[in-house]
């Protein structure tokens, strides 16, 4: 009866709506496959590394049973994923003797055939065969994306999900309302660098750092490269002599541009605009929820004047609390904004003035 219920599901046409059957429902999910999964579900494996952060921002960190480690400032707002294993190493085969609800994976980075071959369910999370070629189709895919871990995750999460697009259509309509009025040839080159340890790692054509770069009104030079996960060569950034260098959150902030001889005649170096960008819940830079705020950031890098009346720290603090329903201090802010883990209780005492547990008072 269920079969027959599904077939008919599947028929509906109704997209992104989940199809409730029982203690399941069908998802349309970011390959456009439909997919039977629990209508709550409590064992979730991600092998697609942005997963875990869409989860647990939507609330749903307890289901997550596998994923790869998380940043400090993750373990610190959602302690709920210390009890999450690590999914290195784990086989299909283990996989399968979990119990576990369904696997989430990206194509490109992950191969889905293992899995599939080995009887688990899997979840398609992004696609970057589709990636989105305007700023209107990017706009619409993102959400998209929210909106399906929301359709996922179940009627909290969907809720929590509605609430950030509408943040997000909101935030990124007041930084287009300044930027879009900024003719092409007065936008700053900006050129983006710094994955998987090299400043030649970048992201190409349609990638998510194209298109937060073109809201806060930069010419975001790495288009140029038609991937999504893009390699530079550095005779075309040398060639590119961009205005500007971001670095990725994941980038070793120790690894001194200036220092190296190869890009130390850059304009972007010689004048010290290179700048390491943030490193949150999850990296700014990587499809992360933050991308919102990174917008923010950028457009007050970019353009300090027309930005001068966004305070960053509390455009970071009003995001945290209205759309996670996390507080963050001052103090956070700043260090996330530094790419920086937060402060131990011990740092913290200390730099509060206070006595340390466990420490006796200097006598006098």
Same mark, same amino acid.
């Given at each position: 009866m269920l079969g027959i219920l599904l077939t008919v599901l599947f028929g509906a046409g109704i997209g992104n709506i989940p199809l409730y059957a029982g203690d399941h429902k069908i998802i349309t999910d970011m390959c456009d496959k439909k997919v039977e999964v629990p209508v709550e579900p409590k064992r979730i494996v991600c092998m697609h590394c942005v997963s875990p952060e869409k989860i647990m921002t939507l609330g749903g960190g307890n *289901?997550?049973?596998?994923?790869?480690?998380?940043s400090p400032w993750a373990y610190r707002l959602y302690p709920e994923i210390k009890k999450a294993q690590s999914n290195k190493g784990v086989t299909p085969e283990q996989l399968r003797d979990m119990n576990v609800d369904f696997v989430l994976y990206t194509p490109g980075m992950t191969k889905e055939s293992p899995y599939s071959k080995a009887g688990l369910k899997t979840v398609c999370t992004f696609n970057a065969d589709t990636r989105p070629g305007s700023l209107d189709e990017y706009r619409q895919n993102f959400k998209r994306q929210i909106s399906f871990f929301g359709a996922l995750l179940g009627p909290d999460a969907k809720a929590r999900a509605d609430q950030y697009n509408r943040y997000f259509d909101r935030k990124v309509q007041q930084i287009l309302s300044i930027t879009s009025k900024i003719? #092409?040839?007065n936008r700053p080159r900006v050129y983006y660098g710094g994955l998987h340890g090299s400043p030649l790692g970048s992201q190409g054509n349609g990638s998510v750092m194209h298109w937060n770069t073109e809201v806060a009104g930069g010419n975001y030079l790495p288009a140029a490269?038609?991937?999504? =996960?893009a390699t530079a060569t550095l005779q075309q950034v040398l060639l590119w002599d961009p205005d500007i260098i971001l670095l990725s959150g994941y980038f070793d902030p120790s690894d001194d541009l200036k220092k190296n001889p190869d890009w130390a005649s850059l304009k972007a170096? #010689? *004048?010290g605009k290179v700048y390491h960008l943030p490193r949150g819940i999850y990296t700014w830079? =990587?499809?992360s929820g933050e991308g919102v705020l990174l917008m923010i950031h950028l457009a007050k890098i970019f353009y300090p004047e027309q930005f001068q009346d966004w305070d960053m720290i509390q455009e970071m603090k009003a995001f945290y609390s209205e759309v996670y329903g996390k507080a963050v201090t001052d103090q956070d802010a700043e260090r996330i904004l530094n790419c920086l883990p937060p402060l131990s209780k011990e740092e913290a005492a200390v730099k509060a003035g206070e006595a340390v547990p466990g420490t006796a008072p200097e006598q006098g």
């Open positions: *289901s997550i049973l596998l994923m790869a480690q998380q003719e #092409k040839k490269l038609d991937d999504n =996960h170096v #010689k *004048s830079d =990587h499809a």
